[in-house]
């Protein structure tokens, strides 16, 4: 058993290192096929249920004799990706061959862009909780294709040390993928964390605009490796210390555990430095049970890959007119977005955080674009649905659609439902029992608004509490809760409180 990592506490981590930090995120792109084959990419709505070995094709193998073809909507993909970073999009770049064996390559080299990527030189604009801007510095974007899946069986932790054997499974092999490669970000200090965080954060939001990908972490669309390292402090005025030694957490499956991968690293780096040790340049796996990273493999220079350009695809060469097209259709900046809708919704910067927290801003405009008030859709979203999310392990918009939400909180606004029926309804819907309307009726939750029907429920609750009906009548009305929970009960929860109220009120003379 691996013994457990010294950590020196955060704030003095950073009294005497400066951290630095980098960025390598890969998109999946949800084109119909792959990178460089006709085989139906995973990544695309219509195949997220496609068995193992099912999605591919003979250049997805390896097999000899099979040639790349380039996916042109990928290539789009990839340059509108290129602009909403900023960066200049090449009027040449080119694949390269980066070579390395591992079982999900099949070819034994990735097909990827090495020193001619198709954008270069951007910078994003990122938004921290309380509204600071940071520009993180984009040093370039790059395509390439994925590579296929091990699962490895028969160990305690689903990883490769201690199993019997692997699985292949060859259906990602290929996929479009676009990898944002950052250049080191400085002067992050304490904010670390919480910058790649919202770096993250903002790529996504970026992504999902386009249309270009689903961009779920917890599927691996988009995946975030994060580097970090730390140099010493210096005197002010004497030349900053080099940069330190980095590690390379990969494949950070959560908002929140890329902020946790970060800090983890800073604390573990910070008590090795502090003891005179040395960081070794490594790739980490992040375990989200315990908070910790731990050793991967030595991590490789760009010459242990052995880049030589891909003999067998030629030059990616867009033209103006396609580049400025495509610069005409770019969404709304992340930042400036998050603003307006702020600002539109009236909510308070708490409020507007819950929301751009939990991934849900599109599923909440959408709600509201749907006729719902902003107030009902965030109380949604961050309330109900999200606890059902969160107990079932799930993405909160997979639960349920805009249009359901803004439909359910309807019924509320006509009478039809009250807040407890409705989340009945919404649970219904999830459950894949029809719109809100279909479960209403299918399970009889309207509520009761037939006042004949309330009043002999009424009757009968002030019967059995006769005590009770005395001193509402006695001018003591708060006593009426006991009769309207008797109601309630009685009616199975199917009757407006407040209407019961006035009713019992009336019938006991003090309406």
């Known amino acids: ?31 119909r096929t792959k990178m460089f084959s006709a085989a139906g990419n995973p990544a695309h709505p219509d195949n997220h249920e496609a068995a193992p070995n099912t999605l591919v094709a003979p250049v997805d193998m390896g097999l000899p004799g099979a040639l790349p073809v380039v996916n042109e909507e990928a290539v789009r993909s990839s340059i509108s990706l290129g602009l909403a970073l900023g960066c200049s999009i090449a009027p040449s770049s080119r694949f ?71 699985l292949v499974d060859y259906n990602r092999a290929g996929v479009p993928l676009v990898e944002i490669v950052t250049k080191p970000i400085v002067g992050a200090e304490a904010r670390a964390p919480e910058i790649a965080r919202a770096y993250v954060q903002t790529i996504r939001d970026i992504v999902r ?40 957490t990969k494949n950070v499956n959560s908002m929140r555990s890329v902020e946790r991968a970060v800090r983890y690293e800073i604390q573990r780096q910070a008590a090795i ?82 929301v751009a927290n939990g991934g849900i801003l599109t599923e909440v405009e959408a709600t509201i674009a749907a006729g719902a008030a902003p107030a009902a859709a965030r109380k949604w979203w961050t309330g109900e649905i999200a606890r059902i999310a969160n107990a079932q392990e799930r993405e909160a918009a997979e639960l349920v659609s805009p249009a ?42 309207a509520v009761v608004s037939d006042d004949g029907a309330l009043i002999a ?19 003591k009305v708060q006593a009426a809760g006991a009769v309207i929970g008797a109601v309630m009960k009685a009616m199975r929860g199917q009757a407006d409180a407040a209407r019961v109220r006035e009713l019992i009120l009336e019938r006991a003379g003090q309406g």
């Open 209 to 248: 605009a386009l249309g270009i990908s689903e961009a779920r972490l917890e599927r691996g669309n988009l995946r975030c490796d994060a580097n970090v390292s730390l140099r010493p402090r210096t005197a002010p005025g004497e030349q900053p210390a080099p940069f330190g030694t980095r590690t390379e």
């Open 273 to 354: 430095l502090a003891d005179g040790g040395s960081i070794i340049q490594e790739t980490r796996h992040w375990h989200e049970d315990t908070g910790t990273t731990s050793p991967g493999r030595p991590k490789s220079d760009a010459d242990d890959y052995r880049y030589f350009p891909e003999p067998d695809l030629l030059p990616v060469e867009p033209a103006d007119d396609l580049i400025e097209r495509l610069r005409a259709e770019l969404p709304e900046a992340p930042v400036a977005r998050r603003r307006r809708l702020k600002g539109e919704w009236g909510f308070t910067d708490l409020e507007f955080q819950d």
């Open 1 to 31: 058993m691996m013994a457990k990592a010294k950590l020196m506490d955060f704030d003095r981590a950073l009294e005497l290192f400066e951290p630095v930090l980098g960025f390598e995120v890969h998109v999946e792109l949800n084109t």
């Open 404 to 445: 359901d939400v803004a439909a359910l909180q309807a019924l509320i606004d006509a009478g039809t439902l009250t807040d407890k029926l409705a989340r009945q309804v919404l649970e219904g819907v999830i459950a894949g029992e029809g719109t809100p309307q279909q479960v209403v009726d299918a399970r009889g939750l």
């Open 96 to 166: 390269a061959r980066k070579n390395y064996f591992y079982p999900d390559l099949g070819k034994n080299y990735q097909i990827s862009q090495y020193d001619e990527p198709v954008a270069f030189e951007g910078s994003v604009e990122v938004e921290l909780a309380d509204g600071t801007l940071i520009e993180v510095p984009i040093e370039r974007a790059h395509m390439e294709e994925d590579a296929g899946k091990l699962t490895h069986m028969g160990g305690s932790t689903g990883r490769i040390q201690g199993a019997e054997y692997s």
């Open 457 to 475: 429920a009424i009757d009968e609750a002030l019967a059995a509490q006769p005590d009770v009906l005395a001193k509402i009548q006695d001018g």
